[in-house]
Protein backbone atom coordinates (compact mmCIF):
# COMPACT_ATOMS: atom_id res chain seq x y z
CA UNK A 1 0.00 0.00 0.00
CA UNK A 2 2.76 2.26 0.63
CA UNK A 3 4.78 1.60 -2.62
CA UNK A 4 1.28 2.17 -4.22
CA UNK A 5 0.34 5.78 -2.32
CA UNK A 6 4.11 6.68 -3.00
CA UNK A 7 3.62 5.71 -7.13
CA UNK A 8 0.32 7.88 -7.31
CA UNK A 9 1.59 10.76 -5.71
CA UNK A 10 4.51 10.92 -7.65
CA UNK A 11 2.56 10.68 -11.16
CA UNK A 12 0.43 13.63 -10.04
CA UNK A 13 3.23 15.62 -9.15
CA UNK A 14 5.19 14.73 -12.80
CA UNK A 15 1.49 15.67 -14.05
CA UNK A 16 1.36 19.01 -12.76
CA UNK A 17 4.66 19.95 -13.00
CA UNK A 18 4.18 19.02 -16.75
CA UNK A 19 1.40 20.38 -17.75
CA UNK A 20 0.40 23.35 -15.82
CA UNK A 21 3.53 24.42 -13.24
CA UNK A 22 4.75 27.66 -14.46
CA UNK A 23 7.84 27.80 -16.06
CA UNK A 24 9.93 28.97 -12.88
CA UNK A 25 7.95 26.16 -10.96
CA UNK A 26 9.21 23.69 -13.16
CA UNK A 27 12.51 25.10 -13.45
CA UNK A 28 12.63 24.96 -9.66
CA UNK A 29 11.44 21.15 -10.01
CA UNK A 30 14.27 20.57 -12.57
CA UNK A 31 17.06 22.00 -9.76
CA UNK A 32 15.66 20.10 -6.97
CA UNK A 33 15.76 16.48 -9.01
CA UNK A 34 19.43 17.27 -10.31
CA UNK A 35 20.34 18.09 -6.89
CA UNK A 36 18.64 15.00 -5.45
CA UNK A 37 19.65 12.83 -8.04
CA UNK A 38 23.36 14.21 -7.60
CA UNK A 39 23.38 13.72 -3.58
CA UNK A 40 22.50 9.55 -4.23
CA UNK A 41 25.21 9.53 -6.64
CA UNK A 42 27.73 11.08 -4.24
CA UNK A 43 26.62 8.49 -1.73
CA UNK A 44 27.37 5.90 -4.44
CA UNK A 45 30.68 7.42 -5.32
CA UNK A 46 31.60 7.05 -1.53
CA UNK A 47 30.46 3.78 -1.26
CA UNK A 48 33.49 3.05 -4.14
CA UNK A 49 35.51 3.66 -1.80
CA UNK A 50 36.57 6.99 -3.83
CA UNK A 51 36.10 11.17 -2.57
CA UNK A 52 32.79 12.27 -2.46
CA UNK A 53 32.24 14.10 -5.79
CA UNK A 54 30.88 17.28 -3.36
CA UNK A 55 30.22 20.87 -4.48
CA UNK A 56 32.24 21.30 -7.09
CA UNK A 57 30.18 18.60 -8.75
CA UNK A 58 26.72 20.82 -7.72
CA UNK A 59 28.34 24.04 -9.21
CA UNK A 60 29.02 22.29 -12.57
CA UNK A 61 25.07 20.75 -12.65
CA UNK A 62 23.78 24.13 -12.13
CA UNK A 63 25.87 25.78 -14.64
CA UNK A 64 24.95 23.16 -17.02
CA UNK A 65 20.86 23.77 -15.92
CA UNK A 66 21.30 27.34 -16.30
CA UNK A 67 23.43 27.96 -19.32
CA UNK A 68 21.45 30.84 -21.37
CA UNK A 69 19.72 28.11 -25.07
CA UNK A 70 20.77 31.10 -27.08
CA UNK A 71 24.31 30.96 -25.80
CA UNK A 72 24.89 27.07 -27.61
CA UNK A 73 27.22 27.59 -30.25
CA UNK A 74 29.06 24.52 -31.49
CA UNK A 75 32.45 25.96 -30.62
CA UNK A 76 31.26 27.99 -27.38
CA UNK A 77 30.36 24.24 -26.27
CA UNK A 78 33.84 22.38 -26.71
CA UNK A 79 35.34 25.66 -25.14
CA UNK A 80 33.24 25.98 -22.18
CA UNK A 81 33.51 21.99 -21.58
CA UNK A 82 37.25 21.98 -21.55
CA UNK A 83 37.17 24.52 -19.05
CA UNK A 84 34.91 22.69 -17.02
CA UNK A 85 37.52 19.88 -17.03
CA UNK A 86 40.76 21.67 -16.49
CA UNK A 87 38.82 22.94 -13.66
CA UNK A 88 37.63 20.29 -12.16
CA UNK A 89 41.35 18.69 -12.46
CA UNK A 90 42.62 22.03 -10.62
CA UNK A 91 40.31 21.46 -7.99
CA UNK A 92 41.28 17.92 -7.33
CA UNK A 93 44.99 18.44 -7.34
CA UNK A 94 44.40 19.63 -3.59
CA UNK A 95 44.06 15.77 -2.27
CA UNK A 96 47.03 14.80 -0.75
CA UNK A 97 46.88 11.20 -1.80
CA UNK A 98 47.60 11.60 -5.50
CA UNK A 99 45.77 8.07 -6.60
CA UNK A 100 42.20 10.00 -5.23
CA UNK A 101 42.87 12.72 -7.86
CA UNK A 102 41.77 10.68 -11.02
CA UNK A 103 38.95 8.91 -9.57
CA UNK A 104 37.53 12.19 -8.06
CA UNK A 105 37.50 14.60 -11.04
CA UNK A 106 36.50 11.75 -13.36
CA UNK A 107 33.27 11.34 -11.05
CA UNK A 108 32.70 14.74 -10.55
CA UNK A 109 32.17 15.35 -14.38
CA UNK A 110 30.17 12.44 -14.59
CA UNK A 111 27.72 12.64 -11.87
CA UNK A 112 27.21 16.72 -12.98
CA UNK A 113 26.48 15.71 -16.39
CA UNK A 114 24.71 12.47 -15.30
CA UNK A 115 22.33 14.11 -13.06
CA UNK A 116 21.87 17.48 -13.84
CA UNK A 117 22.38 17.75 -17.93
CA UNK A 118 18.68 15.36 -18.37
CA UNK A 119 16.86 17.71 -16.19
CA UNK A 120 18.13 20.53 -18.56
CA UNK A 121 17.30 18.66 -21.55
CA UNK A 122 13.85 18.44 -20.08
CA UNK A 123 12.95 21.85 -19.60
CA UNK A 124 13.60 21.96 -23.64
CA UNK A 125 11.71 19.96 -24.29
CA UNK A 126 9.03 21.24 -22.44
CA UNK A 127 9.20 23.87 -24.42
CA UNK A 128 9.13 21.91 -27.61
CA UNK A 129 6.13 20.18 -26.36
CA UNK A 130 4.42 18.74 -23.27
CA UNK A 131 3.37 15.72 -24.65
CA UNK A 132 6.98 15.25 -25.99
CA UNK A 133 8.49 15.33 -22.37
CA UNK A 134 5.19 13.41 -20.96
CA UNK A 135 6.36 10.32 -23.43
CA UNK A 136 10.11 11.00 -22.60
CA UNK A 137 9.45 10.38 -19.34
CA UNK A 138 6.29 8.04 -19.92
CA UNK A 139 8.13 5.72 -22.34
CA UNK A 140 10.16 3.52 -19.73
CA UNK A 141 7.02 3.54 -17.15
CA UNK A 142 4.95 1.77 -19.58
CA UNK A 143 7.62 -0.83 -20.54
CA UNK A 144 8.69 -1.73 -17.21
CA UNK A 145 5.06 -2.42 -16.49
CA UNK A 146 5.16 -5.09 -19.38
CA UNK A 147 8.64 -6.03 -18.52
CA UNK A 148 7.32 -6.98 -14.98
CA UNK A 149 4.28 -8.93 -16.02
CA UNK A 150 5.71 -10.62 -19.18
CA UNK A 151 9.19 -11.34 -17.13
CA UNK A 152 7.15 -13.22 -14.82
CA UNK A 153 4.52 -15.34 -17.08
CA UNK A 154 7.38 -15.88 -19.45
CA UNK A 155 10.75 -14.56 -18.54
CA UNK A 156 13.21 -17.84 -18.97
CA UNK A 157 16.37 -15.79 -20.78
CA UNK A 158 18.65 -13.78 -18.39
CA UNK A 159 19.39 -10.56 -19.90
CA UNK A 160 22.55 -9.21 -17.51
CA UNK A 161 22.33 -11.88 -14.30
CA UNK A 162 25.36 -10.25 -12.49
CA UNK A 163 23.54 -6.93 -12.65
CA UNK A 164 19.97 -7.60 -12.25
CA UNK A 165 19.23 -11.05 -11.92
CA UNK A 166 15.59 -10.53 -12.21
CA UNK A 167 15.46 -9.05 -15.78
CA UNK A 168 15.00 -11.53 -18.91
CA UNK A 169 15.30 -10.76 -22.35
CA UNK A 170 11.63 -11.59 -22.72
CA UNK A 171 10.69 -9.24 -20.47
CA UNK A 172 13.07 -6.85 -22.10
CA UNK A 173 11.56 -7.30 -25.28
CA UNK A 174 8.49 -6.52 -23.96
CA UNK A 175 9.25 -3.17 -22.39
CA UNK A 176 10.34 -2.40 -26.06
CA UNK A 177 6.86 -2.86 -26.93
CA UNK A 178 5.11 -1.80 -24.55
CA UNK A 179 7.06 1.66 -24.91
CA UNK A 180 6.16 1.52 -28.66
CA UNK A 181 2.45 0.75 -27.97
CA UNK A 182 2.52 3.82 -26.01
CA UNK A 183 4.38 5.92 -28.45
CA UNK A 184 1.89 4.83 -30.86
CA UNK A 185 -1.15 5.54 -29.35
CA UNK A 186 0.02 8.98 -26.90
CA UNK A 187 2.44 10.99 -29.70
CA UNK A 188 0.50 9.52 -32.75
CA UNK A 189 -2.51 11.14 -31.29
CA UNK A 190 -1.51 14.41 -29.82
CA UNK A 191 1.41 15.10 -31.86
CA UNK A 192 0.16 14.38 -35.50
CA UNK A 193 2.79 16.65 -36.59
CA UNK A 194 5.95 14.24 -35.61
CA UNK A 195 6.04 11.38 -38.73
CA UNK A 196 5.28 7.85 -37.63
CA UNK A 197 9.01 6.78 -38.10
CA UNK A 198 10.40 9.19 -35.68
CA UNK A 199 7.70 7.97 -33.44
CA UNK A 200 8.52 4.41 -33.78
CA UNK A 201 12.47 5.44 -33.17
CA UNK A 202 11.75 7.06 -30.52
CA UNK A 203 10.00 5.17 -28.25
CA UNK A 204 12.58 2.04 -29.81
CA UNK A 205 15.74 3.87 -29.00
CA UNK A 206 14.59 5.78 -25.89
CA UNK A 207 13.18 2.11 -24.37
CA UNK A 208 16.38 0.56 -24.60
CA UNK A 209 18.14 3.74 -23.85
CA UNK A 210 15.98 3.38 -20.39
CA UNK A 211 16.88 -0.11 -19.84
CA UNK A 212 20.72 0.29 -20.24
CA UNK A 213 20.24 3.94 -17.92
CA UNK A 214 18.60 1.13 -15.30
CA UNK A 215 21.37 -1.02 -15.44
CA UNK A 216 23.72 1.43 -15.17
CA UNK A 217 22.57 1.97 -11.86
CA UNK A 218 22.47 -1.25 -10.75
CA UNK A 219 26.40 -1.66 -11.36
CA UNK A 220 26.87 1.03 -9.34
CA UNK A 221 24.75 -0.27 -6.34
CA UNK A 222 26.26 -3.80 -6.89
CA UNK A 223 29.95 -2.06 -6.73
CA UNK A 224 28.86 0.13 -3.74
CA UNK A 225 26.81 -3.00 -1.50
CA UNK A 226 23.86 -1.19 -1.53
CA UNK A 227 19.96 -2.25 -2.71
CA UNK A 228 18.45 1.37 -3.31
CA UNK A 229 20.14 4.63 -3.82
CA UNK A 230 18.43 6.15 -0.84
CA UNK A 231 15.40 6.21 1.23
CA UNK A 232 13.69 9.22 0.54
CA UNK A 233 10.41 7.50 -1.61
CA UNK A 234 8.90 5.34 1.01
CA UNK A 235 8.41 1.79 -0.88
CA UNK A 236 10.55 2.86 -3.62
CA UNK A 237 13.88 3.44 -2.05
CA UNK A 238 15.55 6.41 -3.91
CA UNK A 239 15.15 9.21 -6.61
CA UNK A 240 18.02 7.45 -8.47
CA UNK A 241 16.03 4.14 -8.45
CA UNK A 242 12.68 5.45 -10.11
CA UNK A 243 14.42 7.78 -12.45
CA UNK A 244 17.40 5.81 -13.37
CA UNK A 245 16.05 4.95 -16.98
CA UNK A 246 14.48 8.55 -17.63
CA UNK A 247 17.91 9.71 -17.16
CA UNK A 248 19.11 7.81 -20.13
CA UNK A 249 15.92 8.35 -22.23
CA UNK A 250 15.67 11.92 -22.31
CA UNK A 251 19.11 13.13 -23.60
CA UNK A 252 17.94 10.14 -26.35
CA UNK A 253 15.00 11.47 -26.92
CA UNK A 254 16.15 14.93 -27.33
CA UNK A 255 18.57 14.05 -29.89
CA UNK A 256 15.87 12.11 -31.99
CA UNK A 257 13.52 14.88 -31.94
CA UNK A 258 16.54 17.81 -32.96
CA UNK A 259 18.28 15.35 -35.56
CA UNK A 260 15.06 14.71 -37.32
CA UNK A 261 14.42 18.57 -38.05
CA UNK A 262 17.91 18.36 -40.54
CA UNK A 263 16.57 15.11 -42.48
Avoid at 65 to 92: E, H, K, M, Y
Avoid at 107 to 125: H, I, M, N, S
Avoid at 182 to 198: A, K, M, N
Avoid at 204 to 224: I, P
Wanted: proline share 5%; glycine share 8%; aromatic share 12%.
Amino acid sequence: MKRLITAIGLLALAVYLIWWAPMPVFLAAALAMGLLCYREYSDLVAAHSIVRPGLWGVLLGIFILFWPQRAFSGDLVIACLTCLLIFTFINALRFPVMRDILPHAACVLLGAFYTFVPWRLAVVLREQSVHLLFFALALNWAGDTAAYYVGRAIGKHKLAPILSPKKSWEGAIASVAGSLILGLLYLGHFTPDIPLWEIIIMAVVGNVAGQLGDLAESAMKRGAGVKDSGNILPGHGGILDRVDSSLFAIPIIYIIFIASKFL
